[in-house]
């Protein structure tokens, strides 16, 4: 095949691929996430991907609210879990249902003790005067799946700053001067 049909051809198939992608009602899941398990992650490997012995897989998968599926609490009541594959060389991180202030916190700060600077907070954070906190979780909650190869899960940082880049913020503690008192302070700001 001469190099112009098959570029061409590789042209056509990205095509197809994008608007498939983009096309939500034509999208092949193998188990719709609605039908979701916790205990059936959303990746599982191929074979040939057990087989990679490098172990350089990385995926992720992010939505929206998932009715029925409860947020995490697992130990010191953290809002997400860990799950170390020692047969595969795999990390798996799961957070579920969730405002974007208490993923990138891991609940570990409580939500009112975060500065926002952000244009519509009423995306980051439920306040009461928003009505139900039901209803703002299901426009505003996600839900957050991450495989990684198990080395490079060095510290919870990795899942921070992968979140920072999906909702297009930065955050972490900075001194802040609080009622005359400075203070050390979580802080999410968002990136133009």
Same mark, same amino acid.
Request: one cysteine or more; glycine letters at 4%.
């Given at each position: 095949?001469?190099?112009?049909?098959?570029?061409?051809?590789?042209?056509?198939?990205?095509?197809?691929?994008?608007?498939?992608?983009?096309?939500?009602?034509?999208?092949?899941?193998?188990?719709?996430?609605?039908?979701?398990?916790?205990?059936?992650?959303?990746?599982?490997?191929?074979?040939?991907?057990?087989?990679?012995?490098?172990?350089?897989?990385?995926?992720?998968?992010?939505?929206?609210?998932?009715?029925?599926?409860?947020?995490?609490?697992?130990?010191?009541?953290?809002?997400?879990?860990?799950?170390?594959?020692?047969?595969?060389?795999?990390?798996?991180?799961?957070?579920?249902?969730?405002?974007?202030?208490?993923?990138?916190?891991?609940?570990?700060? &409580?939500?009112?003790?975060?500065?926002?600077?952000?244009?519509?907070?009423? &995306?980051?954070?439920?306040?009461?005067?928003?009505?139900? &906190?039901?209803?703002?979780?299901?426009?505003?909650?996600?839900?957050?799946?991450?495989?990684?190869?198990?080395?490079?899960?060095?510290?919870?940082?990795?899942?921070?700053?992968?979140?920072?880049?999906?909702?297009?913020?930065?955050?972490?503690?900075?001194?802040?001067?609080?009622?005359?008192?400075? &203070?050390?302070?979580?802080?999410?700001?968002?990136?133009?």
């Amino acid at each position: 095949m001469t190099n112009y049909k098959w570029s061409i051809l590789n042209g056509l198939i990205l095509l197809a691929l994008s608007g498939y992608a983009q096309d939500k009602k034509t999208v092949p899941f193998e188990k719709p996430l609605t039908q979701f398990n916790d205990q059936n992650p959303v990746f599982k490997l191929k074979a040939e991907q057990v087989e990679n012995k490098h172990r350089h897989l990385h995926f992720y998968a992010l939505t929206g609210y998932r009715e029925g599926v409860k947020p995490i609490v697992s130990q010191f009541n953290v809002n997400f879990l860990a799950q170390k594959d020692e047969e595969h060389g795999t990390h798996r991180i799961k957070m579920y249902n969730l405002s974007i202030t208490d993923m990138l916190t891991y609940g570990l700060i &409580k939500s009112n003790e975060v500065i926002l600077e952000v244009r519509d907070s009423s &995306k980051y954070r439920y306040n009461p005067r928003y009505g139900s &906190k039901q209803r703002w979780l299901r426009k505003n909650a996600y839900c957050y799946e991450l495989l990684l190869p198990e080395n490079t899960l060095k510290s919870a940082n990795v899942v921070r700053n992968h979140l920072c880049s999906l909702f297009k913020v930065k955050c972490g503690y900075q001194k802040r001067l609080i009622k005359n008192v400075e &203070k050390n302070i979580f802080v999410i700001t968002e990136i133009n």
